[in-house]
């Protein structure tokens, strides 16, 4: 089955500063990766997602790039901003009758320092 | 529009006892997953389902847990004679019935259990 890792375990970063987390995944059948943001006791949050026929996408502060050839995907965060620490989860989709399962990474703790 | 609603919120269970967990999806939606998160961790898929069908539950225990999607009514997950590594919080989602590959999920606020 699909195996997804992410890095860093934990970022610490200062208020204003860019924040990047980069995933890598095993099913080359993988085929759409959404990034959730988890707070403290909240449920997981969709921030953004890409689909695999696209490379990059952005939403304001928040940009996904995509390496097929590679599969890994990273999630750039710029001007980070206090209300931005929280847990990200990237995941991945394997598509076909699993299209809708998906796997998650272990998490990453973004901690902005104001 | 309601979005995915989990309860009971927070659930505490002496070893031995049952838990039920349960979970509409959103409106229109007829796809049911079930994930587990324990302290610390990340997000584990347990099961999908939808009406009267279990699509996938490869990541489900094979003793104790059990999950439906009814014709009517709620998603339930069951967990009986719950252990204290049974504490976690689990999280429902739902998604729309779409043949396009690749749909986003949205998760409920989760059902947290804590074992005594």
């Known amino acids: 089955g699909e195996n997804v890792e992410q890095h860093p375990s934990t970022l610490s970063v200062q208020e204003g500063d860019s924040a990047v987390i980069k995933c890598t995944y095993s099913?080359?059948?993988?085929?759409?990766f959404p990034w959730y943001k988890q707070e403290l006791g909240k449920r997981p949050q969709l921030i953004i997602d890409?689909?695999?026929?696209?490379g990059e996408k952005k939403d304001q502060r928040i940009a996904v790039t995509l390496n097929k050839t590679a599969k890994h995907f990273s999630l750039h965060i710029t001007e980070t901003q206090p209300e931005d620490s929280a847990v990200y989860f990237c995941a991945a989709s394997p598509g076909g009758d699993n299209f809708n399962k998906f796997y998650f990474g272990s998490g990453t703790k973004l901690n902005v320092k104001p | 529009n309601a979005g995915v609603m989990q309860n009971p919120r927070h659930l505490v269970r002496r070893r031995g006892q049952e838990a039920r967990l349960r979970c509409s999806p959103m409106?229109?939606?007829?796809?049911v997953y079930w994930y587990r998160q324990l302290p610390e961790e990340g997000l584990k898929f347990m099961v999908y389902?939808?009406?009267?069908?279990?699509?996938?539950e490869s990541g489900m225990p094979k003793e104790r847990f059990s999950a439906e999607f009814p014709k009517e009514g709620p998603s339930i997950l069951r967990i009986q004679q719950v252990v204290r590594g049974d504490s976690a919080a689990y999280f429902c989602?739902?998604?729309?019935?779409?043949?396009?590959?690749?749909?986003?999920?949205?998760f409920g606020e989760g059902s947290w259990l804590t074992v005594v």
């Open positions: 409106k229109g939606h007829s796809h």
């Open positions: 389902l939808q009406k009267e069908n279990i699509i996938d």
């Open positions: 989602a739902s998604s729309p019935k779409d043949s396009t590959s690749g749909n986003t999920i949205y």
């Open positions: 890409i689909r695999s026929n696209v």
């Open positions: 099913d080359s059948a993988s085929n759409y």
